[in-house]
T-cell receptor, first 110, second 112 residues
């Protein structure tokens, strides 16, 4: 099975940087995903990591360490529209089970 | 346009009735998933399917049933055995190689 943990809430100031951590335990790892979800909407894809290291996509970056079962999502130059829930998800190698953490609600303040 | 479609967007049912939520994708994806989301909570996996005519229980399968008779369709039935069915239901699909999962727009089910 999979056990995925991430902080419940984070608050940051517009223009700042926020790092959302995600730790996981899985019997067979086959990729880690980050999604953004605004209230009442479906999640939208942000990033994907399957190998160790940093993946950068504009203002968003994601890091993975498979040996530590650890990932983070880095949001730079925060904007008000970045206020949302950020979901960490892990896919299992054997049966493609895709499990999500409980999500981290990020509030960006002016 | 390719995509994943859930219908209806809002659904109301009386307590004790079964209800089926539709999920259709024309992306030729192999794997499909159903999740439930309660207010302020994350996504909890109900059922998932890697290929046609095969599916597995997720973490909260009790009170739900699915079928996968066609590659593009993965309907979810919420049965009367589900004790608290009011929730936001999300369907997702992906290829079985290393790619993102695409989500439908969700169905908000209210049982009265």
């Amino acid at each position: 099975g999979q056990n995925i943990d991430q902080p419940t809430e984070m608050t940051a100031t517009e223009g700042a940087i926020v790092q959302i951590n995600c730790t996981y335990q899985t019997s067979g790892f086959n990729g880690l995903f980050w999604y953004q979800q605004h209230a009442g909407e479906a999640p939208t894809f942000l990033s994907y990591n399957v190998l160790d290291g940093l993946e950068e996509k504009g203002r968003f970056s994601s890091f993975l360490s498979r040996s530590k079962g650890y990932s983070y999502l880095l949001l730079k130059e925060l904007q008000m529209k970045d206020s949302a829930s950020y979901l960490c998800a892990v896919r299992d190698m054997d049966d493609y089970k895709l499990s999500f953490g409980a999500g981290t609600t990020v509030t960006v303040r002016a | 346009d390719g995509g994943i479609t859930q219908s209806p967007k809002y659904l109301f049912r009386k307590e004790g009735q079964n209800v089926t939520l539709s999920c259709e994708q024309n992306l030729n994806h192999d794997a499909m998933y159903w999740y439930r989301q309660d207010p302020g909570q994350g996504l909890r996996l109900i059922y998932y399917s890697q290929i046609v005519n095969d599916f597995q229980k997720g973490d909260i399968a009790e009170g739900y049933s699915v079928s996968r008779e066609k590659k593009e369709s993965f309907p979810l039935t919420v049965t009367s055995a589900q004790k608290n069915p009011t929730a936001f239901y999300l369907c997702a699909s992906t290829w079985t190689d290393n790619t993102e999962a695409f989500f439908g727009q969700g169905t908000r089910l209210t049982v009265v």
